[in-house]
């Protein structure tokens, strides 16, 4: 890929006291590109996301983004504004809980509208059709516009998580364990609807899982972290096929088939 990185992470670390949440990682991710971060319980998957999301301060370290005007810009230097944009329209934040994403005592087209009135549209017959038209791209039905989220299932409460995000075209989405609270039939199809939306869409993400079918599914590279490092990195389907490190090889010969 010749075009600068859409987002550069340089020697991370982030300390809770004298716990290690994540130590000196350095990562690169391109426009349309999907990372998976993957590895056990505590390895500091939530910890370097939300570092990367800017969600959680980093004891040290730098993030650079590629900004729509196309200048790259050190993320600790933002002004207000310039970060609020990035939150509300540039980059989208799927949570493992949808409650942690959704407004629960707003309609599933408020919840969509929101987003859309945050940026600056009026319009409230636009709204409401672009939110129905979001509604139906992961799979809800219209008429259930008007419901809470409290109304809907697991499945529906996170596809409505995932159309809140995306309906301000974003072209960075973090994700910690979209899939993670599901029942496995419900993953799967959840999962075929994220790949479609991230194909079309060419949204480049960070996918945070422990689970490597979800990481061979939607990423084309990965890192393997343990204890906060990252011990592995490469093409999904190279650390997967022919993992090198000893501890990957071990996460991946514990699943039967990825
Ligand atoms: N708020 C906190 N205060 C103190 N330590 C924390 C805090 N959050 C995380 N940690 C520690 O940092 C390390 C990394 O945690 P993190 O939540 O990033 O792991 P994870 O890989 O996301 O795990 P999981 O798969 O269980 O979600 C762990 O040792 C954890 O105990
Ligand atoms: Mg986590």
Not at 3 to 29: F, H, M, R, V, W
Not at 37 to 65: D, F, W
Request: hydrophobic content about 40%; proline content about 3%.
């Amino acid at each position: 890929m010749s075009e600068a990185p859409l987002l550069n992470a340089t020697a991370i670390t982030k300390t809770y006291g004298s716990q290690i949440g994540c130590e000196n990682i350095s990562l690169d991710i391109h426009e349309g590109e999907v990372l998976a971060i993957v590895g056990e319980s505590g390895s500091g998957k939530t910890t370097l996301l939300n570092c990367l999301a800017q969600r959680l301060p980093m004891t040290a370290g730098r993030v650079s983004y590629r900004m729509r005007d196309g200048t790259t810009r050190d993320l600790a230097g933002l002004t207000e504004a310039e970060r609020r944009f990035l939150m509300r329209t540039d980059w989208g934040f799927v949570h493992q809980n949808p409650a942690d994403g959704l407004r629960i005592r707003v309609s599933a087209g408020a919840n969509i509208g929101e987003r859309l009135m945050a940026i600056g549209d009026r319009h409230y017959g636009q709204i409401r059709e672009t939110a129905h038209d979001w509604l139906s791209r992961v799979e809800i039905p219209g008429v259930r516009i008007d419901d809470r989220p409290t109304a809907f299932s697991g499945g529906m409460r996170q596809r409505l998580q995932i159309a809140r995000n995306l309906v301000t075209n974003p072209r960075l989405v973090f994700m910690d364990e979209p899939t993670g609270g599901l029942d496995v039939s419900v993953q799967a199809r959840l999962l075929d609807l994220l790949r479609g939306l991230v194909d079309q869409l060419a949204l480049a993400a960070i996918v945070v899982t422990h689970d490597l079918a979800v990481a061979r599914l939607l990423s084309h590279r990965m890192i393997v972290m343990k204890g906060g490092r990252v011990i592995e990195t490469g093409l999904t389907d190279r650390v997967l096929d022919d993992p090198r490190h000893p501890y990957t090889q071990l996460l991946v010969a514990s699943i039967l088939e990825v």
